[in-house]
């Protein structure tokens, strides 16, 4: 998919706006999903300060869970088994997304002060605008277009994660996605579905091709890259909208040798399944207003041996923070109804908040009706 747009570019006119700003645009057209993340999230730990970078690339026919999910219940892995169709778990929160050449992904990659949701949301709002389709942000991290019968429509995902004071958000833009495929191979829990108010994941999305149908990918990706130089400051200046096809160009572009052993590391199965016994018990998937989650609780001759908290948030340090403390408060306790009955008396809100978790009170009641779920339910 190599655009006639630069890959790689040098300064623009944000300099002289007072700015400290220097945007790259990366362009690929590989579809290897393992490689292409594995690049993005090389590029996410040494992206230098004062440095903005928009990356554009596709994968071919895979599923790419979030963070914290649960590969076997996010997907029909039987399914994809038989048609070839890659597993990937990626670094950000979020749900379970499929992918195909019918749609693109774009990454902004900035250290902070400079990364900044809304003004990144704000470069593709103006790139679909500039192409006739009008979208908003919804939700926790969704942009959705009104069709004319008065529905609203999905057109694009995004998640986000970080690496000290280096960030990445990234995000599709469904152009023309398989349908089919999608509701194939994705199989999500009716919490989240019902949390939309659809009833199945494909009534969710639209193509942006069904709504522009002389749209291309050669022209999504030429608004995408006139909108981050418009906001970045790039607007016109030649160095950066012709810049070197090479994207050994960006100074921080990884070695090959790093991405391949990355990649490898993102195809292996302890990446992708993790080493955790199969759960004993599990509570049904339920609908918060911090995501969609489930806990699980794995045993072993009769004992507690790990508590595991499964979710979509988009805060990544939930599900590992939580997995950690409640794991501490059950290892070792009889496997029954009445042992784990009352563990949340002794699980106070301080516990959370000194991990880092913002609004414990809300997040220790809505893991109380989880774990109420599991006692009474399963054990």
């Given amino acids: 998919?190599?655009?006639?747009?630069?890959?790689?570019?040098?300064?623009?006119?944000?300099?002289?706006?007072?700015?400290?700003?220097?945007?790259?645009?990366?362009?690929?057209?590989?579809?290897?999903?393992?490689?292409?993340?594995?690049?993005?999230?090389?590029?996410?730990?040494?992206?230098?300060?004062?440095?903005v970078l928009l990356y554009l690339w596709q994968n071919g026919r895979s599923v790419i869970i979030g963070r914290n999910q649960n590969l076997q219940r996010e997907c029909s892995l039987q399914a994809m088994q038989a048609d070839g169709i890659l597993a990937v778990r990626r670094f950000s929160g979020g749900g379970a997304v499929y992918h195909d050449p019918g749609n693109?992904?774009?990454s902004f990659i900035a250290a902070e002060p400079l990364y900044n949701i809304p003004r990144q949301m704000s470069v593709i709002r103006a790139a679909l605008e500039s192409l006739g389709i009008r979208a908003e942000v919804s939700g926790r991290n969704d942009l959705e277009t009104l069709l004319p019968d008065g529905s609203r429509r999905k057109v694009s995902g995004?998640?986000?994660y970080q690496d000290g004071p280096r960030h990445c958000h990234h995000g599709t833009l469904l152009l023309s996605l398989s349908m089919q495929d999608l509701s194939r191979y994705l199989t999500p829990g009716s919490a989240k579905l019902a949390g939309?108010?659809?009833?199945?994941?494909?009534?969710?999305v639209v193509n942006l091709k069904e709504l522009e149908p002389k749209l291309t990918l050669e022209k999504l990706e030429a608004a995408l890259a006139a909108a981050?130089?418009?906001?970045?400051?790039?607007?016109?200046?030649?160095?950066?909208?012709?810049?070197?096809?090479?994207?050994?160009?960006?100074?921080?572009y990884p070695k090959e040798a790093e991405i391949q052993a990355f990649a490898e590391r993102l195809?292996?199965?302890?990446?992708?399944?993790?080493?955790?016994?199969?759960?004993?018990?599990?509570?049904?998937?339920?609908?918060?207003?911090?995501?969609?989650?489930?806990?699980?609780?794995?045993?072993?001759?009769?004992?507690?041996?790990?508590?595991?908290?499964?979710?979509?948030?988009?805060?990544?340090?939930?599900?590992?923070?939580v997995s950690e403390i409640m794991t501490r408060f059950t290892a070792g306790r009889p496997f029954t109804g009445e042992a784990l009955r009352d563990i949340f008396t002794d699980l106070k809100p301080d516990r959370l908040s000194n991990a880092g978790i913002l609004q414990p009170e809300t997040l220790i009641h809505d893991l109380n009706i989880l774990w109420e779920d599991i006692v009474h339910e399963y054990l």
Wanted: proline share 7%; net charge negative.
């Fill in 1 to 51: 998919m190599t655009s006639d747009l630069m890959k790689a570019g040098r300064p623009g006119s944000a300099l002289a706006r007072g700015e400290d700003c220097r945007p790259f645009l990366l362009i690929t057209d590989g579809l290897d999903p393992y490689r292409n993340l594995a690049v993005e999230h090389l590029l996410t730990e040494n992206v230098p300060a004062g440095t």
């Fill in 228 to 252: 981050f130089c418009r906001e970045y400051g790039a607007e016109g200046d030649s160095s950066v909208l012709a810049g070197a096809s090479d994207p050994a160009d960006i100074p921080f």
């Fill in 196 to 204: 939309s108010g659809v009833a199945s994941v494909r009534s969710r």
């Fill in 104 to 106: 693109l992904n774009f």
């Fill in 158 to 160: 995004n998640a986000f």
């Fill in 267 to 321: 195809a292996s199965p302890e990446w992708l399944y993790g080493s955790e016994p199969p759960a004993s018990a599990r509570s049904r998937e339920m609908r918060f207003s911090w995501g969609t989650a489930s806990l699980e609780i794995s045993a072993a001759r009769g004992r507690c041996r790990r508590v595991r908290l499964y979710t979509d948030a988009l805060d990544t340090g939930i599900a590992p923070a």
